[in-house]
């Protein structure tokens, strides 16, 4: 059973930064795409950005050249960097594992850029 631990949220001002980690554990396989997702109050939960087990990154439009995508194979980890953050960036933001043709979700951690 894969489980998800997200950590690092929490609440800054306009313009500041955030880093977001999500540990992975009880998976042994080695392809995977791991992804960061969020979802504002009202709205539906949308796609931040992912990395796949070989590096590869996209992101939304709405965070490029602001976030940052990365994995730590020896830690099981992925993060997230969050920098010049703006209020409609406020959300709960949610890690995700596929692998082997199942998605597993962590249990989410708020985000909320406010002056």
């Known amino acids: 059973q894969v489980q998800l631990v997200e950590s690092g949220g929490g609440l800054v001002q306009p313009g500041g930064s955030l880093r977001l980690s999500c540990a992975a554990s009880?998976?042994?396989?080695?392809?995977?795409?791991m992804g960061w997702y969020r979802q504002a109050p009202g709205k539906q939960r949308e796609l931040v950005a992912r990395i796949t087990s070989g590096g590869s990154t996209n992101y939304a439009d709405s965070v490029k050249g602001r976030f940052t995508i990365s994995g730590d194979n020896t830690k099981n980890t992925v993060y997230l960097q969050m920098n010049s953050l703006k209020p409609e960036d406020t959300a709960v933001y949610y890690c995700k594992k596929t692998v082997g043709g199942y998605q597993y979700w962590g249990q989410g951690t708020q985000v909320t850029v406010s002056s």
């Open positions: 009880g998976s042994i396989s080695s392809i995977y795409t």
